[in-house]
């Protein structure tokens, strides 16, 4: 007799392949991303005794909580597959259980708006593998005055009586007394453990154009701070220029725009669209500063979304073609109206007329773009829209590129 736990991804492969030849490919999902961890729990003395093992699934646990009460569904049609598998190789009984999983976390106490330290770090580190000068073109001293009263903080070397004296004499005196990065471990500025604020201060006065000359660079780290900042709600946006240069600030994420952009990164990775994450970098920064290059952007992300899942499949493509173009070729490609439901004329026609409305809003999301979005000219008195509106033009490009995105995979 074969030992289960041995062989379970074998098993598991085999469900998952039976709930998609049935066309359950959510149950099938659940099998594929999920961790499994085989316990036993219980024993039934019943004809001889039998032993109890419970296969967890164990999934993310905001997954898990959007489940509800479909889990126990997706439980039992999981079950159904598995157990003429397993009855070849064990007389024991085994269950299916759907569970989140724990997550070896230090940081979850934090005060909402909070900035982790595993987030901190994860910035901090990026900065020592990419060999980041912090302090940029300028002397430790002269950059943390910018941020602090340096002459009001300690000195650690007795000899002086403050901070600036303290750091001017081991950085600039005798430069090889500390590391390059010994600010990110010194408790006077306490930047991993300290004020959300102050962490969020010192990023902007990394990038700041005093402190950084070279653009490109500059934008790269905004990027990458970015990536790691989001998670938590906050993102780094240009404020203002100084020199035809962008200082940036710290800012709480719009949550509409937050869900959506975060939405439509989903979307971009499952269609592996490189492109699309650029545009939707440039959204994201553009939402609430920019809104005629938001509008823009949302119409150029349908447009890619489109020319992507048509490559895909097979399907040549005019390069001339337009938005409006686009969907109806897309629409037509992936057969839109589902087969098989119930009442098929009367539902087919309803939901035709949802898609209909669904690509139309492509056709106002152009003339939206041509009438107050980025890249046509304008007269003196022109008067642009608002950052919700803004957010509206980007709800409702993810909500095309998500529902199409995901009909492409399923028709795949």
């Not at 961790?35 to 019943?46: A, R, S």
């Not at 004499?169 to 005798?174: D, E, I, K, P, T």
């Not at 970015?226 to 035809?244: A, C, P, S, T, Y």
Request: proline share 3%; glycine share 6%; aromatic share 8%.
């Amino acid at each position: 007799m074969k030992c289960v736990a041995d062989e379970i991804e074998g098993y598991l492969a085999t469900a998952s392949e039976m709930l998609t030849a049935e066309g359950m490919a959510d149950a099938a999902d659940i099998l594929r991303i999920s961790t499994p961890k085989i316990e036993e729990t219980g024993y039934d003395n019943w004809n001889g005794g039998t032993t109890v093992w419970t296969i967890y699934l164990l999934v993310d646990p905001a997954f898990y909580a959007q489940l509800g009460a479909k889990r126990k569904i997706l439980e039992e049609r999981i079950n159904t597959r598995l157990k003429p598998i397993l009855d070849q190789f064990t007389s024991d009984w085994y269950g299916v259980t759907i569970a989140p999983k724990v997550l070896p976390r230090t940081d979850w106490r934090h005060t909402k708006g909070d900035l982790s330290y595993t987030t901190r770090r994860n910035i901090v580190d990026g900065l020592k593998i990419n060999r980041v000068a912090w302090q940029g073109r300028l002397e430790d001293v002269e950059f943390l005055q910018r941020l602090y009263d340096l002459e009001s903080l300690p000195s650690y070397d007795t000899r002086y009586k403050n901070a600036a004296d303290d750091i001017w004499q081991h950085r600039v005196n005798n430069p090889t007394d500390w590391t390059d990065d010994w600010i990110y471990e010194d408790a006077r500025f306490n930047l991993l453990h300290g004020p959300t604020d102050t962490f969020l201060r010192f990023l902007c006065e990394v990038v700041h154009p005093v402190v950084r000359s070279d653009r490109n660079e500059t934008l790269k780290l905004v990027r990458e701070f970015n990536d790691q900042l989001r998670r938590e709600g906050w993102h780094l946006v240009e404020e203002e220029k100084i020199g035809g240069r962008s200082r940036f600030v710290a800012q709480r994420v719009q949550l509409a725009a937050g869900r959506s952009v975060s939405r439509a990164r989903t979307v971009a990775d499952a269609l592996d669209a490189g492109w699309m994450q650029k545009e939707i970098e440039r959204l994201e920064n553009a939402v609430d500063r920019d809104p005629a290059l938001a509008i823009g952007t949302a119409k150029d992300l349908v447009e890619t979304c489109c020319k992507s899942i048509l490559t895909k499949r097979g399907v040549e493509i005019s390069p001339k073609a337009d938005l409006p173009e686009l969907t109806k070729c897309l629409t037509k490609e992936l057969r839109l109206v589902p087969e098989g439901i119930s009442d098929e004329a009367k539902g087919s026609e309803t939901i035709r007329l949802i898609l209909r409305n669904l690509s139309a809003l492509t056709k106002y999301l152009a003339e939206l773009r041509g009438l107050y979005g980025s890249g046509h000219g304008r007269d003196g008195k022109h008067r642009g829209l608002e950052p919700r509106h803004a957010r509206l033009a980007v709800a409702v490009a993810v909500a095309f590129i998500d529902f199409v995105t995901e009909t492409h995979r399923r028709r795949t």
